[in-house]
T-cell receptor, first 112, second 112 residues
Framework: KQEVTQIPAALSVPEGENLVLNCSFTDSAIYNLQWFRQDPGKGLTSLLLIQSSQREQTSGRLNASLDKSSGRSTLYIAASQPGDSATYLCAVEETSGSRLTFGEGTQLTVNP | AAGVIQSPRHLIKEKRETATLKCYPIPRHDTVYWYQQGPGQDPQFLISFYEKMQSDKGSIPDRFSAQQFSDYHSELNMSSLELGDSALYFC???????????FGPGTRLTVT
């Protein structure tokens, strides 16, 4: 059974810092990996999707990398802003069109 | 751009009552997924449909049932509600041949 773990569970940084969120998964035979953002009590906003054949994806200040063989992904946020404060979730899809298995999330606070 | 629509957004029910949650996928998306997110937890997969047929089943209680209709909208029916059913219920959709799941805003169900 696929298990997804995110470290750290919570992170507090001053505005302007670059930071890295970590995600690991137990079964490396994944199809893709998605990073989501969730504001308190709100829905899930997709940030980046990395196919299993890809090594990284970039969108603005966000960069996600994938090392499938070691079962790890990182989300790099450059020049963090208070508006980045949210919970970040990673999720893996094992086969095309299948369910997502989520990690527990990292709660990020960026202090002005 | 059109997004996934869920209704109602909030629902309050008493124990042992029934509830019906509705999901309207993005146009031309033929796959629908349901997830349940309890307080402080990560989303857990419940069930999915592709072309109106159940495609996968997760940790969905026997008290719950779901279906996808000819117009691709989906309904999650929940009976004999328990306090533990209080959660945020997300619907996601994806188009055939694509991998990214697009999430709706969720329905917050409170069982009292």
């Amino acid at each position: 059974k696929q298990e997804v773990t995110q470290i750290p569970a919570a992170l507090s940084v001053p505005e302007g810092e670059n930071l890295v969120l970590n995600c690991s998964f137990t079964d490396s035979a994944i199809y893709n990996l998605q990073w989501f953002r969730q504001d308190p009590g709100k829905g899930l906003t997709s940030l980046l999707l990395i196919q299993s054949s890809q090594r990284e994806q970039t969108s603005g200040r966000l960069n996600a990398s994938l090392d499938k063989s070691s079962g790890r992904s990182t989300l790099y946020i450059a020049a963090s802003q208070p508006g980045d404060s949210a919970t970040y979730l990673c999720a893996v899809e094992e086969t095309s069109g299948s369910r997502l298995t989520f990690g527990e999330g990292t709660q990020l606070t960026v202090n002005p | 751009a059109a997004g996934v629509i869920q209704s109602p957004r909030h629902l309050i029910k008493e124990k042992r009552e029934t509830a019906t949650l509705k999901c309207y996928p993005i146009p031309r998306h033929d796959t629908v997924y349901w997830y349940q997110q309890g307080p402080g937890q990560d989303p857990q997969f419940l069930i999915s449909f592709y072309e109106k047929m159940q495609s996968d089943k997760g940790s969905i209680p026997d008290r719950f049932s779901a279906q996808q209709f000819s117009d691709y909208h989906s309904e999650l029916n929940m009976s004999s509600l328990e306090l533990g059913d209080s959660a945020l219920y997300f619907c996601a959709s994806s188009p055939f041949g694509r991998d990214e799941q697009y999430f709706g805003p969720g329905t917050r169900l409170t069982v009292t």
